[in-house]
């Protein structure tokens, strides 16, 4: 049974950090697109950030392009979004999601696994 599940999330003050980590079990996602996702109240699912299955390339959602760093470790089958300089609008439920192939993409379509999320918590 494949299943990702996300940890790392917690309460923090603005312009701290945080970092997150993704473990798959069950197959390897090691040939697989990466990436994050998230979810504040009240509001859709947005694209994060997500790195193609070599790990050599990575792209960013605008909002967090220059805070956030998004790696992975193909022989732990884990992935990890290194987060800098958090603000209050980056509070959210994190979701880590395999791709459909090996190509990075943003569309949450083109991911078919998911995780249950991990909750991040940006004070002011």
């Known amino acids: 049974q494949v299943q990702l599940v996300e940890s790392g999330g917690g309460l923090v003050q603005t312009g701290g950090s945080l970092r997150l980590s993704c473990a798959a079990s069950?197959?390897?996602?090691?040939?697989?697109?990466m990436g994050w996702f998230r979810q504040a109240p009240g509001k859709e699912r947005e694209f994060v950030a997500a790195?193609?299955?070599?790990?050599?390339?990575?792209y960013y959602a605008d909002s967090v392009k220059g805070r956030f760093t998004i790696s992975r470790d193909k022989a732990k089958n884990t992935v990890y979004l290194q987060m800098n300089s958090l603000k209050p609008e980056d509070t959210a439920v994190y979701h880590c999601?395999?791709?459909?192939?090996?190509?990075?993409?943003?569309?949450?379509?083109?991911?078919?696994?998911w995780g249950q999320g991990t909750q991040v918590t940006v004070s002011s």
């Open positions: 069950g197959r390897t996602f090691s040939t697989n697109a």
């Open positions: 999601a395999a791709a459909r192939s090996f190509t990075i993409t943003t569309k949450a379509s083109e991911y078919p696994n």
């Open positions: 790195i193609n299955w070599a790990g050599g390339s990575a």
